[in-house]
């Protein structure tokens, strides 16, 4: 994929980090609003696509390094499963949440009923989210990136 | 007829008397009787889990399993996107 006009390019370098921060808002309010990790991974994946769009798959794979994606989506994976057999080391089952109520990161519990959110809560729920949140930036973003770079380079073959 | 196929004609049968009483026995359309676990879940979320949020705690608490799968599913579709079209270019 070339690179789009200059007008496209200012509009998302504009238009890139306000999408970036949505998806990372909707991912740390898991727990509290409507979406979590795999939804606001999908937003913040997006952004990153856009600039793959706008930009072109040559500049994008200049800026980043592939080793550092498969570490980010391999820390993802692992942070998840990780969590989950915390639950089996700290509480009593595999993805036992074993952070709620222990007045530690995230372990206060709310008035039952509807009433002011706060971030202090949901014990490993917040920690899960980060963690798919970050498995689903970075896997959405490794297809977009790779399905643009076979395309270009298959065409270049052609040639 | 051959025993085959009345074989096939009894396991049929059988098969759709099975499904005609089901269908009988189903609970009028919007008027689910069995709402104790919805009633548990809207009632014990915030104490239990701490979440506001009782979808996310559902996806990420009660149904931590069905979490996992998606997530593998996720890593499946990226490892046979990567495979394809490695593929592609070395050719």
Not at chain 1, 38 to 58: D, E, R, T, Y
Not at chain 1, 75 to 90: E, K, N, R, T, Y
Request: hydrophobic share 50%; glycine share 12%.
């Amino acid at each position: 994929m070339t690179e789009m006009s200059k007008i496209v390019r200012t509009i998302t370098s504009i238009a890139f980090p306000f999408a970036m921060i949505y998806g990372l808002y909707v991912i740390a309010h898991g727990h509290l609003t409507p979406g979590g990790g795999f939804q606001g991974g999908a937003i913040a994946a997006s952004a990153c696509a856009m600039i793959l769009v706008a930009f072109g798959s040559k500049w994008t794979l200049n800026k980043i390094k592939e080793k550092g994606l498969s570490v980010f989506e391999s820390l993802g994976a692992i942070g998840f499963i990780a969590l989950a057999l915390l639950g089996l080391v700290f509480g009593v089952a595999f993805f036992n949440n074993f952070l709620t109520g222990s007045n530690f990161l995230f372990g206060t519990i709310p008035a039952t009923g509807s009433g002011l959110a706060d971030i202090n809560t949901g014990g490993v729920i917040p920690l899960m989210n980060f963690a798919v949140g970050l498995k689903v930036i970075v896997g959405l973003f490794v297809i977009v990136l790779v399905m643009a770079y076979a395309s270009t380079s298959f065409k270049e073959d052609k040639k | 007829m051959s025993t085959r196929n009345i074989a096939a004609v009894i396991v049929f049968s059988v098969v759709a008397v099975f499904f005609i009483f089901t269908a009988l026995l189903m609970h009028p359309f919007g008027m689910p009787d069995e709402s104790d676990m919805d009633d548990y879940i809207i009632g014990n979320t915030q104490e239990e889990t701490g979440a506001n949020n009782g979808v996310t705690a559902v996806v990420f608490d009660y149904r931590g399993f069905d979490t996992l799968g998606e997530a593998t599913v996720l890593f499946t579709a990226v490892a046979g996107v990567i495979m394809i079209f490695r593929r592609l270019k070395n050719d």
